[in-house]
């Protein structure tokens, strides 16, 4: 009879894991795709029924090239999120009188979200995720149509593309080390933007226009550790563990029917912008409308994702009548 007290250990014999000290070079994905080529995208609303409007985006993950030893193999991490949209619900008695719908966000990353285990408690990186998604979204929403009245927009991610570990090797310095981990919020955000922008279309809220988000960057071609600004150029949809070195990251929302951005987020050396593009013209400008031009294409898989139960509605409707 075994001793229920007494935690007993595995029956066959057991080997302590073995750590590799860095990166092999070859093992960083590579970017297959043209610079005004954006990633495969799905889309699908409807997925809590608990919820008053729902959304699952996904987003292709970036290939990784084939190792020396085929028994060690990198898994780059894609980006899932889900949206939830709770309301419009009454606000207490007690809550003074607004005109306008009370919105408010969060954002949260999941605990598995990213290679190294993250808290339950929100840091200031969501909390930032948050208030830059709410910017977004509140230029969409119509809010005199629910006056007192509150919506609540909760954004779960539950993969990151929180790759900057694969470029952790000793020939970087740690200065290009923090920019992909810094400029993946971008992406992210980007994400959110469209996540939410769904499943406020499926909760039913009246909109001025489908709010999209699209992000761009100026990467370089080559790395030279200690040196910048070689082989410059913009590209779209970025996904930053393809890139040994970000220099600026732009993400916009945008409303494509009254071409007007209702968010706007930067970051990264703004002054070096006019060396990449041209001599005579700004070169945030440019990067902006590289950015409106992703937001632009991820807009046409919105339209097809609320496009496809909002037609099964309407059949239903009539079956029914």
């Known amino acids: 009879m075994t001793d229920r007290r007494?935690?007993?250990g595995p029956a066959a014999g057991t080997a302590p894991p073995l750590f590799i000290r860095s990166l092999p070079s070859d093992t960083s994905?590579?970017?297959?795709?043209?610079?005004?080529d954006l990633r495969r995208i799905f889309l699908k609303t409807g997925l809590t029924p608990s919820a008053s409007g729902s959304a699952y985006l996904e987003i292709e993950q970036p290939l990784a090239p084939p190792t020396k030893d085929p028994s060690f193999n990198i898994s780059p991490s894609s980006l899932k999120l889900t949206c939830t949209v709770h309301g419009p619900r009454p606000l207490p008695r007690s809550a003074p009188f607004t005109p306008n719908i009370l919105l408010s966000t969060h954002v949260k990353f999941?605990?598995?979200?990213?290679?190294?285990?993250?808290?339950?408690?929100?840091?200031s990186s969501e909390r930032d995720l948050?208030?830059?998604?709410?910017a977004a979204l509140r230029g969409a929403i119509m809010g005199d149509r629910w006056p007192k009245s509150g919506v609540e927009i909760v954004v779960t991610?539950?993969?990151?593309e929180v790759d900057d570990w694969c470029h952790r090797t000793?020939?970087?310095?740690d200065d290009a080390l923090e920019a992909p981990a810094a400029s993946s919020m971008m992406s992210i955000l980007s994400g959110c933007i469209n996540v939410a922008s769904a499943a406020i279309i499926d909760a039913g809220l009246d909109c001025i226009d489908i709010v999209a988000g699209g992000v761009a960057a100026i990467v370089s071609k080559t790395f030279v550790p200690g040196e910048s600004g070689h082989d410059l150029q913009v590209i779209l949809d970025p996904c930053f563990s393809e890139h040994r070195e970000v220099l600026t990251s732009c993400v916009v929302g945008y409303l494509q029917?009254?071409?007007e951005i209702t968010e706007l987020w930067m970051s990264g050396g703004i002054p070096s912008l006019s060396e990449v593009l041209s001599d005579n013209q700004n070169g945030v400008i440019p990067l902006?409308?590289?950015?409106v031009q992703a937001a632009i294409a991820a807009r046409h898989v919105l339209v097809e994702a609320i496009k496809e139960p909002a037609e099964y509605r309407l059949a239903q409707q009539k079956l029914m009548s």
Do not use: C, M, Q
Request: aromatic share 4%; no cysteine; hydrophobic share 30%.
């Open 6 to 8: 007494r935690i007993n």
């Open 157 to 160: 991610i539950l993969e990151g």
């Open 130 to 134: 948050a208030v830059h998604l709410e």
């Open 257 to 259: 029917s009254r071409d």
């Open 288 to 291: 902006i409308d590289s950015a």
């Open 29 to 36: 994905p590579k970017r297959s795709r043209d610079e005004a």
């Open 110 to 123: 999941a605990p598995f979200a990213t290679r190294g285990r993250l808290g339950y408690l929100r840091d």
């Open 170 to 173: 000793p020939s970087h310095s």
